[in-house]
């Protein structure tokens, strides 16, 4: 223990002495900037060059202040795809990438190329695409009693330390995210490593303190370049096996406190930073945050996971990071992002975003992958956030899609987890084990060679001047009612790769395929039809798809509440407090995530209502859902239709939790166009429900 100690010392005294590298004040603090926009790490004259590397003294590795092994571009530049600038962007945003799957990678068989398909390491790849932080994950013990690892990169410090020395000797710094688990740590289960099983919460901080002080020791002794250290991974609901805050907060601080001593001790600024995800839940992580502050948990940042397709808008991460840094203090970044680039599936263990995640303002192609990157890091910016860290972009297919690639994930631990994971996480891992999900999502395409969108870091700052080109095209779907003449729409919604040229453009239907459709029967027909594109470079016209489907028309507008425009719906109350709202939670809701709820202390009376004025003259039926409980048996509820004096309606009951009733107004006559729909409902304070998903169809 003593010559530990005197060994210790020395190291100290040694790096103490020495210039700090990386690190810096700052999490993403860099070197100055080259001025000459020609320079580059291969063809930069002698004036330019990058600075020699600094040693850290102690294991003869060399490790490298950002962006001086490859410089970022100081003018815009030619490019296949089109990157709109951000140019106000600082110069030390984090443009970082989870690398914790390409060691296992590798070992499966995989290999990385550059553009130019030459082999290459994909580290140095990376780096001149602008990368210029590793996250890497580290689990405690992802291996069985037999030596057998769990999967998902098997990342136990070992391969921590390997993957950081190579980030290292490509001049990226390093973010060591301990997961405190032996395999994956996320808000559905925060297990607690097998070695601390049993131990009280005052044991588990010691122990919790313990390894990290000598994993971080292991790491800077390698040469690795930890700058920054995750005490934990998405940890909204506990960490290493508790839930309770209280606990939690201990934990947090154990390894808040090791990071801290391993800072101060090698002479060298290491950040600390807590991870949670569902940022689309402003106030819920605003709860978090006050916890931790009333628990006075130590730490420097509050980093994020942000998928665009599961974590609400742009504008809403924002405010959640402006939040952060305005309200509580704390520095911030995007832990996690990542954008589709294909719906394929390349390695045949399926994907975990598919052609029903995609969202509005981006398709499954590398332009819009891209552009998906580049609007997760304005929006970072702009919230004064540190970075973006992209999750995952080299985990990429090992071996064919036809082909059974398990007994290579099952080896070499390439796949998101295998077979001998069953023993420590039964519930899912020893369910669903197999390949990888997030093939489709990586920046390196199945045959390891770089997407274009890799580059999109490096192309930040200044953009790219790239050919107009359509993107993607915002296929329509139009309901038509049965027994009635399609209406094809004009134009459609043309994206392109520049999205300031976004328009809508004419359209030409293919008429013999609009003939052909049945309108007698209910069905969905496909449509082609092409685009008449003044903007695209080439000469031959984009073909767009429409789905037709034939079925009764729903009149309702925003029939399920939906949209955020609930204009069209009228609510009137009786007494001074309207006792209901448009509530989002999918678990009250019918279908989607939006319902019409209800609840009060007090009595309540009220109705919504909807009017129409141009209705075609016929027949209609009226139909919603209700779910409901603690309302007396005496209580007046009822959907209802009005045409002029008459009043047709359907009384309903409350039968509790998701016991969905569908009450029915049949042979509703509209002459004069007119027609007003609602529902009633007079009942007892405290009573509950919500009423979801009206249709009104035309049936004769």
Not at 146 to 171: F, P, S, V, W
Not at 440 to 463: C, H, I, M, V
Not at 637 to 649: F, H, I, Q
Request: aromatic share 10%.
């Amino acid at each position: 223990m003593k010559k530990k100690k005197l060994t210790m010392l020395l190291l100290t005294m040694t790096l103490s002495a020495l210039p700090l590298t990386g690190c810096g004040s700052g999490a993403g603090q860099t070197a100055s900037q080259p001025s000459s926009a020609a320079a580059s790490a291969e063809t930069a004259p002698s004036e330019t060059a990058a600075e020699p590397p600094v040693t850290d003294g102690t294991s003869g590795n060399a490790r490298t202040a950002l962006n001086t092994l490859y410089p970022l571009p100081t003018a815009t530049e030619d490019a296949g795809i089109y990157v709109e600038p951000i140019p106000d962007l600082a110069d030390d945003f984090i443009r970082g990438m989870d690398v914790s799957s390409i060691l296992v990678e590798e070992k499966s068989g995989v290999k990385y190329y550059d553009a130019d398909g030459t082999e290459q390491d994909v580290f140095t790849t990376m780096a001149k695409a602008g990368v210029n932080y590793a996250r890497i994950r580290v689990w405690n013990d992802p291996f069985d009693g037999n030596g057998n690892g769990y999967g998902g990169g098997n990342n136990d410090l070992a391969t921590a330390i390997e993957l950081g020395k190579r980030a290292t000797e490509n001049g990226m710094k390093v973010c060591i995210d301990f997961h405190y688990s032996d395999f994956w740590a996320d808000p559905a289960k925060q297990m607690c490593p097998k070695a601390w099983v049993g131990m009280s919460v005052d044991e588990k901080s010691d122990a919790l303190y313990e390894y990290t002080k000598d994993s971080l020791t292991q790491l800077l002794d390698s040469g690795v370049d930890v700058c920054m250290v995750q005490v934990g991974n998405e940890t909204n609901n506990g960490m290493a096996g508790e839930t309770q805050i209280p606990n939690v907060a201990k934990l947090m601080s154990a390894g808040s406190k090791a990071v801290r001593e391993i800072s101060e001790s090698y002479g060298r600024e290491i950040k600390v930073a807590l991870h949670y995800t569902n940022a689309e839940d402003h106030d819920k992580i605003d709860s978090i945050l006050y916890k931790l502050s009333s628990f006075q948990v130590d730490y420097d940042i509050f980093a994020l996971s942000y998928y665009p397709y599961w974590h609400g808008t742009f504008e809403n991460i924002e405010n959640v990071m402006k939040n952060i840094r305005d309200k509580y203090g704390k520095e911030t970044l995007i832990a996690e992002t990542a954008y589709c680039y294909t719906t394929e599936d390349t390695d045949g263990s399926g994907n975990s975003v598919s052609e029903g995640d995609l969202i509005d303002a981006y398709g499954a192609t590398v332009q819009s992958q891209s552009t998906a990157l580049r609007d997760v890091c304005a929006t970072a910016s702009g919230a004064g956030a540190l970075g973006v860290f992209y999750w995952e972009g080299a985990w990429i297919t090992v071996g064919d899609a036809d082909a059974d690639n398990s007994p290579i994930w099952e080896k070499y631990g390439s796949g998101w987890a295998s077979s001998y994971a069953s023993g420590y996480d039964p519930d899912d891992a020893g369910k669903y084990y197999g390949g990888c999900s997030w093939d489709n999502q990586a920046l390196f395409g199945a045959d390891g060679r770089p997407l274009e969108s890799l580059n999109t870091y490096k192309w930040l700052k200044y953009g790219t001047n790239a050919e107009p080109a359509i993107d993607m095209v915002n296929a329509p779907t139009v309901t038509c009612n049965i027994d009635s003449d399609v209406e094809m729409p004009e134009t459609v919604d043309v994206v392109y790769n520049n999205r300031a040229l976004n328009a809508p453009m004419p359209v030409e239907w293919y008429e013999e395929m609009v003939r052909n459709i049945d309108t007698s029967r209910p069905g969905t027909h496909v449509i082609t039809g092409r685009i008449l594109d003044e903007n695209a470079a080439s000469d031959n016209p984009t073909e767009v798809l429409c789905t037709v489907n034939v079925e009764r028309r729903n009149y309702v507008s925003n029939p399920g509440f939906e949209d955020a425009d609930t204009s069209m719906w009228t609510v009137t109350f009786e007494g001074d407090k309207n006792p209901t709202d448009f509530q989002q939670k999918a678990g009250d809701a019918h279908i989607g995530e939006y319902s019409f709820h209800f609840w009060s202390e007090s009595d309540m009376d009220f109705a919504i209502e909807q009017e129409f004025t141009d209705l075609e003259p016929g027949t209609y039926e009226l139909k919603a859902y209700f779910q409901g409980g603690d309302i007396d048996a005496g209580a007046e509820m009822a959907l209802y239709a009005k045409t002029g004096d008459a009043v047709s309606s359907d009384p309903f009951t409350a039968q509790g939790y998701a016991n969905w009733q569908e009450p029915a107004v049949s042979s509703i006559t509209v002459t004069d166009g007119t027609l007003t729909i609602g529902a009633h409902i007079k009942c007892n304070a405290k009573g509950w429900g919500t009423i979801d998903d009206f249709t009104l169809n035309k049936i004769d």
